[in-house]
Structure formats: C-alpha cells, structure tokens
C-alpha cells in the first residue's frame, strides 16, 4: 500500500517560516491536500491540489509538491498556526485516502 | 453552508458492532459522496471508506472485512457499521462530505466527530 511520511515535529519562531514535508514514491505525480487540526477540533483543508488554498485561508499557506515530496509553507508564522498538520494524497488503486502521519507545529 | 453531525453510542463493547449515523443538513445526500474517517486518541487520521448516494461504496482493504457504510436518502443521513470490535477501534469518527475531482475526493465539510471507546 502506499505510505505518505511526516516528520513528527516542526518548531518556529513566530514571524519565521516554517516548511512541513511529507514524502512519498513519486508523489509529485499525484495531487496532495493538506489540513490542520487544532485540539479538539475537526480537520480543516488549509492547501489542496498541491498549491491551491480554499476561500478564507490566509496567504501565508502555501503549498508545493515535486518528484518524493510535498512541502506545506506558511510565512510569517503566528502562534495561531500552532497545530497538528496532515498530508493527504487518494490511492487510486485501492480508490481510498492516504493520510500522513501528521506533523506538530510548535511556534514559540 | 453544508453541516454533518455524527450520532452513536460512545461506548461499545468488545466483538460487538459499533453503530454510527451522520446526519446532513443544507445539502441533499443524493448529491455525491460522504466518507468516513477515524482518529484514535492521540494519533492520527484514517479513511474507513465512502459511499456514493446511489449506494455503491469503497472502504479501505484494512477494514474492509468489518465495515459497512450506507445511505438512507430519505432521511438525508448515511451511517457507518464496523463489526467484531476491539481496543484498536476506540477513535473519534468522524462523516466528511468530500469535495470530487478527477479520480480522487479531497475532504472540505467535516462533522465535529464523536468519540466511540471499545471496553467492556
């Protein structure tokens, strides 16, 4: 089956760029969507089709996606970006969703 | 703006079949797909499976064996069924109304999700 990787953690600065990578065999030929869930909250999609953000989405995400890994980019970081991170890619093979195993952004 | 709302008992107990209705309010069912993911505490997310209004499914070969989703239009609801339980199960559940591209579904309309605990 295939698997999509995240690193478990990312830190930053507030202000700073932080980058979240989630790799996978050749992904960069299929399209990826990220969310970002806060605790205790649902998922929200925050980048898809690798660099598209939906209506209401800051400009500070954005996404891109080459050869093994996609990268998920927010600038100028603010503490209310702190959250857990999942890359998202459809397996379609097995007609099914790939999850990543989530990224934790601490901005501090 | 559409709204989903899972209901269901919260606890189940173990080999026995966990019961969970999603009900949609400001789209029709027989619209397109709705799907099912689950989160375990403290981890992250799954795809159980879909359903298309017209009844036809798919669901992730790691459950497939355990897992039926349906669809009742009349009621604007689908629901999921995962049988033979166990600890492993224990997750929030959570119904999605995906957003359909070419050959893959991206997730944009989330329920807030319910937690379901397998114990005895």
Same mark, same amino acid.
């Given at each position: ?5 995240? =690193? /478990? =953690?990312?830190?930053?600065? /507030?202000?700073?760029? *932080?980058?979240?990578?989630? =790799? ?37 995400? =954005?996404?891109?996606?080459? *050869? ?10 603010? /503490?209310?970006?702190? *959250? ?12 099914? *969703? ?11 | ?15 026995? +079949?966990?019961?969970? +209705? ?5 789209? !029709? ?5 709705? !799907? ?15 359903? &298309? ?5 798919? &669901? ?7 897992? +039926? ?24 559940? &959570? ?26």
């Amino acid at each position: 089956s295939y698997d999509l990787t995240q =690193s /478990p =953690s990312v830190s930053v600065s /507030p202000g700073h760029t *932080a980058s979240i990578t989630c =790799s996978g065999d050749k992904l960069g030929d299929r399209y990826v969507f990220w969310y970002q869930q806060k605790p205790g909250q649902s998922p929200v999609l925050v980048i898809y089709q690798d660099s598209m953000r939906p209506s209401g989405i800051p400009e500070r995400f =954005s996404g891109s996606n080459s *050869a093994n890994t996609a990268t998920l980019t927010i600038s100028g970081t603010q /503490p209310m970006d702190e *959250a857990d991170y999942y890359c998202q890619t459809w397996d379609s093979n097995i007609n099914t *969703a790939i999850f990543g195993g989530g990224t934790k952004l601490t901005v501090l | 703006q559409v709204q989903l709302q899972e209901s269901g008992p919260g606890l189940v107990k173990p080999s026995e +079949t966990l019961s969970l +209705t999603c009900s949609v309010s400001g789209d !029709s069912i027989s619209r397109s797909y709705w !799907s099912w993911i689950r989160q375990p505490p403290g981890k992250g997310l799954e795809y159980i499976g879909h359903i &298309y209004y017209s009844g036809s499914t798919n &669901y992730n070969p790691s459950l497939q064996s355990r897992v +039926t989703i349906s669809v009742d239009t009349s009621k604007n609801q689908f629901s999921l069924k995962l049988s033979s339980v166990t600890a492993a199960d224990t997750a929030v559940y &959570y119904c999605a109304r995906p957003a359909v591209g070419s050959g893959w579904l991206l997730f944009d309309f989330w329920g807030h999700g319910t937690l379901v605990t397998v114990s005895s």
